[in-house]
């Protein structure tokens, strides 16, 4: 099971990365660190008014969406610890939205 696991990580190998060929400005969830320091910087922003935190709050969506992808894959290859980590991150993500439009609606 375990040798099947890593032909499968070594088989996702590819000589561009799609995002950057894509212009796409959202963190790529497969990297920690730039999922981190979104999280970060989008948490300490304030949002000024409903507008700008549902434009905020839709872009955190479509990260939510790339984890769900990674999730997918990693139910099906039983990598527990894979999807404890994008559970994590997923509810995350959903109580900062959460606390947003909290505060943006107060």
Known sequence: M???RKMAVQSRIKDLDDK???CD????PSNEKDL???????????????RSAV???????NVIKSINLI??????QYDY?????CRDYIKELRDIIL???DEVSA
Do not use: V
Not at 36 to 50: G, M, S, V, Y
Not at 55 to 61: F, K, M, V
């Open 2 to 4: 375990t040798e099947k």
């Open 20 to 22: 950057y060929l894509a």
């Open 25 to 28: 400005p959202l963190p790529d």
């Open 36 to 50: 981190t320091t979104f999280i970060t910087l989008w948490n300490e922003q304030n949002d000024k008014d409903l």
């Open 55 to 61: 434009d905020n709050c839709q872009t955190a969506e």
């Open 71 to 76: 999730y997918c894959e990693a139910l099906a």
């Open 81 to 85: 610890i894979k999807i404890k980590w």
């Open 99 to 101: 606390r947003k439009y």
